[in-house]
């Protein structure tokens, strides 16, 4: 019987690399290092070689080698594809993608594991009134459902004095600038401020992220360099997170975060050693979330330190956008003296998460629900595109979904479309319906062959 590497398995060097989400227990371990013989069989099989399948054995119980008619085959539309039972995952959007014996994908079979992975940095739901600021807490403003829905909670619901940065994207949807107008007549405890990057260095920035993304996304790290300081100055005691309870967990499934990311905040014995160095060069030992402040500052300051370089977590969107900034060098003298000094008084702003679900009735971040809540309290307007959902403030969303999916789909990049995976768990979490979830696929969203129109928008950015 004739051997096969599966479909989307790919011999790179001394590895083997998946260009898919495989299922439990195997769903992270997507790339494998294969000793001396192992490496001269795979080799062996690929030339159309007979193998030795002892030496092949763990390869063949986990059917990444396969007889040809187990050989999967991509789809080329959703028409084609095979969904889970229980979400929106699909083998066209997620190429590769693999299910268990009940049809579910690797996102719903893991539920029960992943459950509380809700966030990255420390989660707070309620924050003291500030003693030496005049803002209570800041939080970035992009006039899109999720910033609007923490705006409104924090100005709102806490009645916090609120610092309100928004960083001025040439995309900017027409809604959203809209929804931030409404915002400053309706939030009287929120002050607003609004910075952009001057055209000539963003230019530059940009056209270096296209030529390493295929799209010109660098929210939000562009928003941290240009406001850290201000943070700073403003002794803002916290910066707070709101996204969508899915996009944590996207950086699990996309093999970004480890699991222990999502326990680091709470280990006491990891922070005593942090603050204990801190202690012993004379600086104030962290508060919860100041670490994480810093280590994202000065991350694009200067770049990965050298233990996450040799680790096998890798945020190849994140690396490309640092790249890029390096094209403009003078825009991060600003943060590094911010850095500095926050670092040396301990006045570092805080990275706090809301977890969505809690705070939403019922518990679910139900996005019909938070719609009509936003546009009543906040004056939210939503985009053109009646059923969109996620990420609703940018006009050219659909260019960087369609980029992160095309390189996907030809097995250019390993990183899984963050929206396809945003998307799956937003209707296994019941967020949105499954209905909804296909409609905004179908109309909303970048998944396609073709390149979308609103493409043409970035590239005349590109070409100015």
């Known amino acids: 019987m004739k051997l096969y ?28 290092e294969l000793k001396t013989k192992e490496l ?31 050989l999967n085959i991509i789809p080329k539309s959703f028409q084609e594809a095979r969904f889970c039972e229980n979400c929106v995952a699909n083998d066209f959007m997620i190429p590769g993608i693999e299910f268990d014996d009940n049809g579910l994908c690797p996102m719903c079979a893991s539920k029960e594991k992943t459950k509380n992975y809700k966030s990255v940095v420390p989660m707070m739901t309620t924050f003291p009134k500030a003693k030496k600021s005049r803002f209570d807490v800041a ?46 007549k309706k939030l009287k405890n929120v002050e607003f401020v609004s910075r952009k990057v001057d055209d ?51 950086l699990y499934f996309n093999n970004m975060a480890p699991s222990i990311s999502y326990t680091f905040s709470s280990n006491k014995f990891l ?22 402040t810093l280590a994202v500052m000065k991350q694009l300051a200067y770049g990965d330190v050298w233990i996450k370089k040799l680790s096998n977590y890798q945020n190849t969107f994140l690396n490309n956008i640092m790249e890029a900034i390096k094209e403009v060098k003078s825009i991060t003298k600003p943060l590094k003296r911010a850095i500095r000094v926050s670092s040396f008084t301990g006045n570092i702003p805080a990275f706090i998460h809301i ?46 979904e369609y980029s992160q999916f095309i390189a996907f789909y030809k097995m250019k990049s390993t990183m899984i479309p963050f929206s396809a995976i945003e998307l799956s768990l937003a209707t296994r979490d019941k967020n949105i ?22 493409c043409n928008i970035m590239k005349e950015y590109l070409n100015k």
């Not at 590497?5 to 299922?23: A, D, I, P, S």
């Not at 099989?45 to 763990?58: P, Q, S, T």
Request: proline residues 4%; charged residues 25%; aromatic residues 12%.
């Open 5 to 32: 590497l599966q479909t989307r398995w790919q011999l790179e060097k001394n590895y083997l690399v998946y260009y898919g989400m495989r299922k439990t227990p195997y769903t992270l371990r997507n790339k494998i």
């Open 139 to 184: 939080v970035f403003y992009t006039g899109g459902k999720d910033s609007s829905f923490l705006l409104y909670y924090l100005a709102k619901k806490l009645n916090l004095r609120v610092l309100a940065l928004t960083w001025e994207i040439p995309f900017m949807s027409d809604s959203a600038r809209l929804s931030i107008e409404n915002a400053k």
């Open 40 to 70: 001269i069989e795979i080799q062996k099989l690929l030339n159309g070689e007979n193998v030795d399948k002892n030496i092949l054995n763990k390869f063949i119980t986990q059917e990444i080698i396969v007889p040809e008619e187990k």
């Open 200 to 250: 000539n260095s963003l230019l530059k920035i940009y056209k270096k992220l296209y030529e390493l993304n295929g799209n010109t996304c660098a929210c939000p790290s562009l928003a941290y360099i240009l406001f850290y300081p201000l943070l700073v100055s403003e002794k803002v005691p916290y910066f707070v997170l709101g996204n969508e309870p899915v996009q944590i967990q996207n």
């Open 355 to 400: 977890d969505f679900n809690e705070i939403s009735e019922g518990g679910v971040y139900n996005w019909e629900n938070v719609k009509k809540l936003i546009t009543e309290e906040v004056g939210w307007v939503g985009p053109s595109e009646e059923n969109k959902g996620l990420h609703t403030s940018c006009k050219i969303e659909k260019c960087k």
């Open 433 to 454: 319906n499954r209905e909804k979830a296909i409609l905004e696929i179908n109309h909303s969203l970048g998944f396609s062959l073709e390149e979308p129109l609103e």
């Open 271 to 292: 922070n005593f050693l942090l603050n204990f160095t801190r202690v012993l060069t004379l600086r104030k030992p962290f508060k919860p979330g100041q670490f994480h």
